[in-house]
């Protein structure tokens, strides 16, 4: 029996839902090995991709207050996760950049998910990079055409 487009739109996006749920639980047991929140290793994930951050740059990516963020921060710093330097753009912030310990959390929590994923992707002999890099394209594509319509 073939199924309908929506029995194939709905197992697509129970399917899409677990890869999330799963990936939400990983984050909590990492964290949680690490002595954080999620949101902190969701922070020390961002600081690893670009080298620093500031704490304006956490709150918008993290959707946080600036209060919070620097709440977050301190547990970060007392964790020796993390490090604040000067900012030499702008001498009344500071760059959040990753202490060797942070390195450390995040190169095992990356060595985990690639694992996963080389094992996945071996297996099936999908292309797992083009596939992410495709449903990554399609998200920021439907939330521009969110905000678009929200504006007009």
Do not use: C, W
């Amino acid at each position: 029996m073939v199924g309908t487009a929506e029995d194939e739109a709905g197992d697509l996006l129970a399917a899409f839902d677990a890869v999330v749920r799963a990936e939400k639980g990983l984050v909590a047991q990492l964290s949680a090995r690490a002595g954080i929140h999620d949101t902190g290793m969701r922070a020390l994930a961002l600081v690893d991709d670009t080298g620093y951050s500031t704490a304006t740059e956490l709150a918008g990516y993290l959707g946080l207050t600036s209060g919070a963020v620097t709440n977050m921060v301190d547990r970060l710093t007392d964790a020796g996760l993390v490090e604040r330097r000067p900012n030499p753009s702008d001498r009344r912030g500071s760059l959040i950049m990753l202490s060797p310990a942070g390195e450390d959390v995040i190169a095992g929590a990356r060595k985990r998910y690639a694992t996963v994923l080389r094992e996945v992707s071996a297996s099936t002999g999908v292309d797992l990079t083009s596939v992410f890099n495709d449903v990554a394209t399609g998200l920021l594509q439907q939330a521009a055409s969110d905000v678009a319509e929200t504006t007009s």
